[in-house]
């Protein structure tokens, strides 16, 4: 089950908030406090997380940036119509959905499909960096592994390369083992 979590600042809109995610599948955890949101995104993963707006002490605006910018999770602000684009203006560039007030259950229900796919396709490129970072780290500590066999053996870039991987094949280990055993051995 998805999980979202609700700020806004009465009882009723979100309840009427998380009723509506609950028929798209989610789990709501609702709050009226702006800090308690902010503690319970340190302490839980969420794939949404909706603001409707103002809240207690602050618009929502700054809370939504907050929150784009330190979760993986979509953000939802919801807004007076009126203000709609005064605020899509701000926060657009920071992946928030801005929703006016009515909210149309309907359109409600092509949103929350639209940050679904988003968020596949965010934590896909989120995955693919990842495995990019791993395989420069990899290939840094390699390089290093290599750089200690030219200066330490006198070893060509070639021979090093070739030494590497034939330990790593010998010994049946990847060759990022084979180049931190070099690098213990022959770092002082």
Same mark, same amino acid.
């Given at each position: 089950?998805?999980?979202?979590?609700?700020?806004?600042?009465?009882?009723?809109?979100?309840?009427?908030?998380?009723?509506?995610?609950?028929?798209?599948?989610?789990?709501?955890?609702?709050?009226?406090?702006?800090? #308690?949101?902010?503690?319970?995104?340190?302490?839980?993963?969420?794939?949404?997380?909706?603001?409707?707006?103002?809240?207690?002490?602050?618009?929502?605006?700054?809370?939504?940036?907050?929150?784009?910018?330190?979760?993986?999770?979509?953000?939802?602000?919801?807004?007076?119509?009126?203000?709609?684009?005064?605020?899509?203006?701000?926060?657009?560039?920071?992946?928030?959905?801005?929703?006016?007030?009515?909210?149309?259950? #309907?359109?409600?229900?092509?949103?929350?499909?639209?940050?679904?796919?988003?968020?596949?396709?965010?934590?896909?490129?989120?995955?693919?960096?990842?495995?990019?970072?791993? *395989?420069?780290?990899?290939?840094?500590?390699?390089?290093?592994?290599?750089?200690?066999?030219?200066?330490?053996?006198?070893?060509?870039? *070639? *021979?090093?390369?070739?030494?590497?991987?034939? *330990?790593?094949?010998?010994?049946?280990?990847?060759?990022?083992?084979?180049?931190?055993?070099?690098?213990?051995?022959?770092?002082?």
């Amino acid at each position: 089950m998805m999980k979202a979590l609700i700020v806004s600042k009465t009882e009723s809109s979100l309840r009427a908030v998380a009723s509506l995610l609950s028929k798209e599948g989610y789990e709501a955890e609702c709050t009226i406090e702006v800090e #308690h949101a902010r503690f319970r995104l340190t302490q839980e993963d969420y794939d949404l997380i909706v603001i409707n707006t103002p809240l207690n002490g602050e618009s929502g605006v700054e809370f939504s940036l907050y929150c784009a910018e330190q979760t993986k999770a979509c953000v939802i602000l919801i807004v007076k119509e009126e203000r709609a684009i005064e605020i899509f203006n701000v926060v657009d560039r920071h992946g928030v959905l801005v929703i006016s007030r009515p909210i149309n259950k #309907h359109l409600f229900h092509h949103y929350l499909i639209f940050t679904r796919s988003f968020k596949e396709r965010m934590l896909s490129v989120h995955r693919e960096n990842e495995k990019l970072r791993t *395989q420069l780290e990899e290939s840094a500590i390699i390089n290093r592994a290599k750089l200690l066999l030219i200066q330490c053996l006198s070893m060509t870039e *070639q *021979q090093a390369h070739r030494y590497i991987e034939k *330990q790593a094949m010998n010994m049946r280990t990847s060759k990022l083992n084979i180049a931190k055993q070099v690098i213990r051995t022959y770092e002082n």
